[in-house]
């Protein structure tokens, strides 16, 4: 392994913090380790050369569509037995992304709880404007928060899996 390569691996570990950050504030962080993974594959071989870089790729790629469907199925099948609205899923979705981008200034952690706070505040307003009932709003509010937690703790482990993985692959 020759001072390059050392540098470069430092550096997609690096990568892959980030990445596993941008799961945490729902963002698509997964497919940031993959793709550097892959960039990197172009370069530089894996364990020395005894493992083939398609082998590494397709393990990465498995977990991401795995992280991927299971974000899916959580946020689609987890919430319906309160039956949120479509219009609930999209304003929580919209509240989320405001809550990370204004929480990202007390770091992670204000991200994370921006995108929690942001979808829990959007989908209550949401549910208690169009149904002018707070109780069945904040019982839509806590589903959408439930799953929001679940979801992001379900693929943030696939995150960080991917990444110790390709960790141990890098050398």
Known sequence: MNNMQIAFSILLIFVYLVGFGLVLVTLPGTWVIFLSTALYAFFFPFDQGQTHALWVLGILLGLA??????EFMVGTFGSKSVKVSNGAIVVAFIGGIAGALLGATFFLVGALIGVLLGSFLGALVYEWVVTKDFREGFVVACAVLA??????????????GMGVYATFKLF
């Open 65 to 70: 569509l795995l992280g991927e469907l299971i």
């Open 147 to 160: 799953t929001r937690v679940v979801a992001i703790t379900l693929k943030g482990s696939i995150a960080l």
